[in-house]
T-cell receptor, first 113, second 115 residues
Framework: GENVEQHPSTLSVQEGDSAVIKCTYSDSASNYFPWYKQELGKRPQLIIDIRSNVGEKKDQRIAVTLNKTAKHFSLHITETQPEDSAVYFCAAPAASGTYKYIFGTGTRLKVLA | SAVISQKPSRDICQRGTSLTIQCQVDSQVTMMFWYRQQPGQSLTLIATANQGSEATYESGFVIDKFPISRPNLTFSTLTVSNMSPEDSSIYLC????????????FGPGTRLTVT
């Protein structure tokens, strides 16, 4: 089965700086990698995802990159703002061909004004 | 994306009792999932609820403790049985529908405290 590791566990950046969160996975057959943002007391919200047939996807200030050879994918947030402060989770399919996710342990991002 | 609601939003229960959590979706979905999120932790999948068949449980979770119903394509319930303080968590349902490809969306969660 899949194993997902996420780093760092906490990250503090100055407003306007960039933030990068990295996840590694173990199953080379995994083909879909979502990122969720969870604000305090709220549900996880899907913010971006990437499929294994592309290496990068961008949506305004957020982007995700995928390195299939090294089996890692990263979330990049540019020009960070205080409202980006939240816990971010990566995920990967629990096993090839399933729609169940294994989640990373989460990264608490704090953007300092 | 689907609109998902859960009831109750929170509850405080006595140990040894049971609580049933409801998840309602505004459109038909093929798969529904139940997750547990312990305080300050990540999300752990409890089971997959499929309409017309029994739920599939993940390692460490059993039907006697977490019975699940899925009577139709828009509704599911999760019961937390014979509760102990260790069951204090947020319980979330999520849905997946083929029309949304692999994307999954979460309900607002039920915050359970067991005393």
């Amino acid at each position: 089965g899949e194993n997902v590791e996420q780093h760092p566990s906490t990250l503090s950046v100055q407003e306007g700086d960039s933030a990068v969160i990295k996840c590694t996975y173990s199953d080379s057959a995994s083909n879909y990698f979502p990122w969720y943002k969870q604000e305090l007391g709220k549900r996880p919200q899907l913010i971006i995802d990437i499929r294994s047939n592309v290496g990068e996807k961008k949506d305004q200030r957020i982007a995700v990159t995928l390195n299939k050879t090294a089996k890692h994918f990263s979330l990049h947030i540019t020009e960070t703002q205080p409202e980006d402060s939240a816990v971010y989770f990566c995920a990967a399919p629990a096993a090839s061909g399933t729609y169940k996710y294994i989640f990373g342990t989460g990264t608490r991002l704090k953007v300092l004004a | 994306s689907a609109v998902i609601s859960q009831k109750p939003s929170r509850d405080i229960c006595q140990r040894g009792t049971s609580l049933t959590i409801q998840c309602q979706v505004d459109s038909q979905v093929t798969m529904m999932f139940w997750y547990r999120q312990q305080p300050g932790q990540s999300l752990t999948l409890i089971a997959t609820a499929n309409q017309g068949s029994e739920a599939t449980y993940e390692s460490g979770f059993v039907i006697d403790k977490f019975p699940i119903s899925r009577p139709n394509l828009t509704f599911s319930t999760l019961t937390v049985s014979n509760m102990s303080p260790e069951d204090s968590s947020i319980y979330l349902c999520s849905v997946y529908s083929p029309s949304e490809s692999y994307e999954q969306y979460f309900g607002p969660g039920t915050r359970l405290t067991v005393t």
